[in-house]
């Protein structure tokens, strides 16, 4: 089992001895963990800055676990939820996991089944953040391009030619030559291959629907 760098596995439970039941599993496989007796407790913490795992019970007094899901989903919080519970039924677990639950476990559950959606969570929730940075740094790169620069990378990236994004643009073609030399330079790519992908990264509206930066 490999555990993705700065991990952290969150537990919260209103139950002490569901909650030290968990801690002692947790450490025997190697996790680094915190318990919380309820949601609110959780939330008043801060974000954690690695891939992180959420372990709740769904029937809590105060916020319960689902009405937890729905909160961090707002608060567009990259925690993965593994659900457990006594009590729940089928609409239930599948609203949690329709909502990007992990799982959802019944108690009482096996260890090492916990234990592998654990895992899955962690590996989820350590590529959802990589996929975030990839984002957040290709819409930092695409935000140095001049509003006329962004119109002609849009365009290089659905394969046109300068001479037809000219007449696309009304321009000179040698005008958006200039305008395609400065986008790669300031994007730092050499190739339409790697501009095309840059853009995916950073999850533009595809240029027939918009041509403006989002």
Excluded at 24 to 29: G, K, P
Aim: glycine share 6%.
């Amino acid at each position: 089992m490999t555990i993705p760098p700065n991990s952290l596995v969150f537990a919260i439970d209103d139950d002490a001895s569901v909650r030290k039941g968990l801690a002692r599993l947790l450490r025997s496989d190697g996790y680094k963990s915190e318990f919380f007796e309820s949601a609110s407790a959780f939330l008043a913490r801060p974000p954690h800055s690695g891939p992180s795992c959420v372990i709740v019970d769904v029937q809590m007094p105060g916020l319960n676990g689902i009405e937890l899901q729905e909160d961090l989903i707002r608060r567009r919080r990259e925690e993965q939820l593994v659900f457990l519970t006594g009590h729940g039924d089928i609409p239930m677990c599948a609203q949690a996991m329709k909502a990007g639950a992990v799982d959802f476990l019944r108690k009482p559950f096996r260890a090492d089944e916990l234990l592998q959606c654990v895992q899955n969570a962690l590996i989820r929730s350590a590529e959802q953040r990589r996929r975030s940075t990839q984002k957040n740094e290709a819409r930092r790169l695409l935000d140095l391009l001049t509003p006329r620069e962004f119109e002609v990378m849009q365009l290089v990236v659905t394969g046109m030619l300068n001479k037809q994004i000219a007449g696309e643009l009304g321009t000179a073609e040698k005008t958006v030559k200039v305008h395609r030399g400065r986008v790669m330079q300031k994007l730092g790519v050499t190739s339409v291959a790697e501009l095309v992908r840059l853009v995916q990264n950073a999850c533009l509206a595809p240029v027939g629907n918009s041509k403006t930066k989002v």
